[in-house]
């Protein structure tokens, strides 16, 4: 049995994060097993968000004879620095089409840490009414890469184009920089994301 390491000295590339991470790949033999894990590093946080498994009880002549219970389906979302090459087998959830690169911008410092103006590229509803010098914070070494129908908006980092936020033209967003951490500029991000919800 290998033992796991974590921030391998010469390894090491971030000093916050989760204490401890592994990833468990899936085999790809069209069986449910998994490989061995591996440490993963970089990890900033892990939300699960299951939904789903609501009961339904079912009554006759006002005695319950049955409860059923709807499917849950487990959700999560990572934030991480970076990841370990097996990640890469990973496809997401196909909401948009595309994949994740590491960002390639020679003379640049990677992991992309600041601010950069955002450039417009198609109409998105949470980014409408933005002012013309709207800048965004970033804190990341890969990007997405998407058809150009995706694409809300954009950033430049030397001589990368950067995708910003995507948008599905219905309901899915993508950011890729903090809104959180964007001064106004994100706090009408997220107004303009909360005037949607009905």
């Not at 989760?18 to 790809?28: C, E, I, N, R, W």
Request: hydrophobic fraction near 35%; proline fraction near 6%; charged fraction near 25%.
């Amino acid at each position: 049995m290998s033992v796991l390491v974590w921030d391998k000295s010469e390894d090491r590339r971030y000093e916050s994060g989760v204490s401890k991470g592994v990833l468990f790949p899936k085999k790809t033999d069209g069986t449910d097993a998994y490989e061995n894990g591996v440490a993963w590093s970089g990890l900033t946080g892990v939300t699960e968000s299951p939904s789903g498994a609501d009961v339904t009880d079912l009554w006759a002549d006002n005695i319950k004879y049955a409860s059923l219970r709807a499917e849950e389906t487990f959700g999560a979302t990572i934030e991480a620095y970076t990841y370990p090459d097996e990640f890469e087998e990973c496809n997401g959830l196909g909401l948009i089409p595309g994949k994740v690169e590491k960002i390639v911008a020679p003379d640049m410092v990677i992991p992309h840490m600041g601010w950069n103006k955002l450039e417009m590229q198609h109409d998105c509803p949470i980014l409408r009414n933005m002012p013309e010098e709207s800048y965004v914070y970033f804190v990341h070494s890969y990007q997405a890469v998407v058809p150009d129908e995706y694409l809300a908006a954009y950033v430049e980092y030397g001589p990368a184009k950067i995708p910003a936020m995507v948008y599905d033209g219905k309901t899915v967003y993508g950011a890729q920089f903090h809104p959180e951490k964007s001064g106004e500029i994100g706090l009408q991000i997220l107004r303009n994301f909360g005037g949607l919800i009905q």
